[in-house]
């Protein structure tokens, strides 16, 4: 079946740092890809998407292109606040009967320090 | 107004015990969903409800018991509690089941069992 693989946290960065956080899938066809992030205390809100190949999705100031080739979708920020500190969830839809199923990965953890 | 509300936000509760946990969304969605999160903060799908329909059911044990009386609420309600159950449970809404439809979570409810 289909699944997404994130890398492990925690990721600890400073203030102003530069932000990768690697997503790779495996699918059969071309799923459209998300990244969720959840603050603390609160459930998963969507962060940004995209839906076909070489679809850059954007929000917030982070950004993530979908590579066909690569089969990834990394998750990019050029800033980090302290603010953006919670975890961040890449997913994929999965064709399944009766309609599309979302697959989450296990989520990477991010702490921003001041 | 918050968009997708689920009670209690915590349950601490006996092994053995049976519970329940509410969820409505003010949407307008037809889509409905159960997740269970670990400690670990990996987020598995348990059912998606579309128009009060059963749609997806994640092979979770029969304890188990999603009950949809209409499109705006998906109730959770769990029998004779383990210890495994213990967990963040989250609710969560769609337009459809479409490949593109957003996922609104609702902030979680953390279950306790002892």
């Known amino acids: 079946g289909n699944s997404v693989t994130q890398m492990e946290g925690p990721v600890t960065l400073s203030e102003e740092a530069f932000l990768t956080i690697n997503c790779t899938y495996t699918?059969?066809?071309?799923?459209?890809l998300f990244w969720y992030v959840q603050y603390p205390g609160e459930g998963l809100q969507l962060l940004l998407k995209a839906t076909k190949a070489d679809d850059k999705g954007s929000n917030k100031g982070f950004e993530a292109t979908y590579r066909k080739e690569t089969t990834s979708f990394h998750l990019e920020k050029g800033s980090v606040q302290v603010s953006d500190s919670a975890v961040y969830f890449c997913?994929?839809?999965?064709?399944?009967?009766?309609?599309?199923?979302?697959?989450f990965g296990a989520g990477t953890r991010l702490f921003v320090k001041a | 107004d918050t968009a997708v509300s689920q009670t209690p936000k915590y349950l601490v509760t006996q092994m053995g015990n049976d519970k329940s946990i509410k969820c409505e969304q003010n949407l307008g969605h037809d889509t409905m969903y159960w997740y269970k999160q670990d400690s670990k903060k990996f987020l598995k799908i348990m059912f998606s409800?579309?128009?009060?329909?059963?749609?997806i059911n994640e092979t979770v044990p029969n304890r188990f018991s999603p009950k949809s009386p209409d499109k705006a609420h998906l109730n959770l309600h769990i029998n004779s509690l383990e210890l495994g159950d213990s967990a963040v449970y989250f609710c969560?809404?769609?337009?459809?089941?479409?490949?593109?439809?957003?996922?609104?979570f609702g902030a979680g409810t953390r279950l306790s069992v002892l």
């Open positions: 969560a809404s769609s337009q459809g089941l479409g490949e593109w439809d957003i996922q609104y």
């Open positions: 409800y579309n128009n009060k329909e059963l749609i």
């Open positions: 997913a994929l839809s999965e064709l399944r009967t009766g309609g599309f199923k979302t697959i």
């Open positions: 699918a059969t066809g071309y799923p459209s």
